[in-house]
Protein backbone atom coordinates (compact mmCIF):
# COMPACT_ATOMS: atom_id res chain seq x y z
CA UNK A 1 0.00 0.00 0.00
CA UNK A 2 1.07 3.63 -0.60
CA UNK A 3 0.29 7.00 1.51
CA UNK A 4 0.61 10.02 0.38
CA UNK A 5 0.80 12.68 2.96
CA UNK A 6 0.68 16.85 2.52
CA UNK A 7 2.03 19.52 5.09
CA UNK A 8 2.55 23.39 4.68
CA UNK A 9 -0.96 24.44 4.25
CA UNK A 10 -2.03 27.28 6.47
CA UNK A 11 -3.70 31.04 6.40
CA UNK A 12 -1.62 33.52 4.31
CA UNK A 13 -2.46 37.36 3.62
CA UNK A 14 -3.23 37.78 0.36
CA UNK A 15 0.35 38.58 -2.02
CA UNK A 16 2.22 36.54 0.58
CA UNK A 17 3.67 33.11 0.21
CA UNK A 18 3.15 29.24 1.26
CA UNK A 19 4.90 26.05 0.32
CA UNK A 20 3.23 22.80 0.29
CA UNK A 21 5.04 19.29 0.32
CA UNK A 22 3.93 15.67 -0.37
CA UNK A 23 5.75 12.44 0.70
CA UNK A 24 5.26 9.00 -0.54
CA UNK A 25 5.70 6.36 1.12
CA UNK A 26 5.11 2.44 1.59
CA UNK A 27 5.32 -0.08 -0.96
CA UNK A 28 6.85 1.54 -3.66
CA UNK A 29 9.43 0.80 -6.95
CA UNK A 30 8.74 3.84 -8.47
CA UNK A 31 6.69 7.03 -8.55
CA UNK A 32 6.00 8.48 -12.28
CA UNK A 33 3.96 11.82 -12.12
CA UNK A 34 3.24 13.53 -9.29
CA UNK A 35 0.37 16.48 -9.44
CA UNK A 36 -1.03 18.98 -7.17
CA UNK A 37 -4.75 19.29 -7.51
CA UNK A 38 -7.31 21.65 -5.73
CA UNK A 39 -10.87 22.07 -4.77
CA UNK A 40 -12.84 25.29 -3.50
CA UNK A 41 -15.40 25.29 -1.36
CA UNK A 42 -18.58 24.24 -4.22
CA UNK A 43 -16.57 23.78 -7.14
CA UNK A 44 -14.84 21.05 -8.67
CA UNK A 45 -11.52 19.67 -8.29
CA UNK A 46 -9.09 21.45 -10.88
CA UNK A 47 -5.53 20.34 -11.61
CA UNK A 48 -2.95 22.60 -10.20
CA UNK A 49 0.29 21.61 -10.91
CA UNK A 50 2.05 18.15 -12.36
CA UNK A 51 5.46 17.30 -13.03
CA UNK A 52 6.94 13.60 -14.56
CA UNK A 53 9.68 11.88 -13.26
CA UNK A 54 11.79 13.40 -15.61
CA UNK A 55 11.04 16.70 -14.39
CA UNK A 56 8.67 18.27 -16.93
CA UNK A 57 6.20 20.55 -15.78
CA UNK A 58 2.57 21.77 -16.31
CA UNK A 59 0.27 24.63 -14.91
CA UNK A 60 -2.97 25.54 -15.17
CA UNK A 61 -3.07 29.09 -16.46
CA UNK A 62 -3.85 30.72 -13.81
CA UNK A 63 -1.21 30.08 -11.35
CA UNK A 64 1.58 30.05 -14.27
CA UNK A 65 4.19 32.30 -13.02
CA UNK A 66 3.16 32.51 -9.11
CA UNK A 67 3.19 28.57 -8.34
CA UNK A 68 6.09 26.33 -9.00
CA UNK A 69 6.07 22.57 -8.59
CA UNK A 70 9.25 20.56 -8.22
CA UNK A 71 10.49 17.06 -6.19
CA UNK A 72 13.12 15.09 -5.02
CA UNK A 73 13.01 11.64 -6.76
CA UNK A 74 15.18 9.95 -3.80
CA UNK A 75 12.42 11.22 -0.77
CA UNK A 76 9.79 10.95 -3.70
CA UNK A 77 8.34 13.97 -2.69
CA UNK A 78 6.97 16.59 -4.94
CA UNK A 79 6.61 20.63 -3.43
CA UNK A 80 4.39 23.25 -4.37
CA UNK A 81 5.93 26.69 -3.94
CA UNK A 82 3.05 29.10 -4.29
CA UNK A 83 3.69 33.39 -3.87
CA UNK A 84 1.53 35.97 -5.05
CA UNK A 85 -1.19 34.28 -3.67
CA UNK A 86 -4.72 35.04 -3.99
CA UNK A 87 -7.63 34.64 -1.97
CA UNK A 88 -8.96 32.80 -5.13
CA UNK A 89 -6.23 30.56 -4.29
CA UNK A 90 -7.90 29.15 -1.17
CA UNK A 91 -9.05 25.60 -1.69
CA UNK A 92 -8.00 22.37 -0.35
CA UNK A 93 -4.90 20.80 -1.89
CA UNK A 94 -4.72 17.48 -2.62
CA UNK A 95 -1.33 15.64 -3.81
CA UNK A 96 -1.87 12.83 -6.11
CA UNK A 97 0.83 10.32 -7.84
CA UNK A 98 0.93 7.38 -10.24
CA UNK A 99 3.29 4.89 -8.27
CA UNK A 100 4.62 1.28 -9.57
CA UNK A 101 4.67 -0.72 -6.21
CA UNK A 102 6.32 -3.31 -8.04
CA UNK A 103 9.00 -3.34 -11.06
CA UNK A 104 5.50 -6.09 -13.03
CA UNK A 105 3.13 -4.04 -12.01
CA UNK A 106 1.51 -1.36 -14.07
CA UNK A 107 1.33 1.81 -11.73
CA UNK A 108 -1.79 3.21 -9.82
CA UNK A 109 -3.30 6.17 -8.73
CA UNK A 110 -2.83 7.47 -5.31
CA UNK A 111 -4.29 10.86 -3.01
CA UNK A 112 -3.87 12.08 -0.39
CA UNK A 113 -5.77 13.32 2.21
CA UNK A 114 -5.58 17.17 1.57
CA UNK A 115 -4.31 20.31 3.08
CA UNK A 116 -6.40 23.67 3.27
CA UNK A 117 -4.67 26.86 2.01
CA UNK A 118 -6.70 30.00 3.34
CA UNK A 119 -5.99 33.46 1.38
CA UNK A 120 -7.23 36.43 3.36
CA UNK A 121 -7.66 39.83 1.56
Known amino acids: QVQLVESGGGLVQAGGSLSLSCAAS????????MRWYRQASGKQRELVAA???????NYVDSVKGRFTISRDNAENTVYLQMNSLKPEDTAVYYC???????????????WGKGTLVTVSS
Open 96 to 110: NADVKSTRYNGAMNY
Open 26 to 33: GSIFAVNT
Open 51 to 57: ITSTGYT
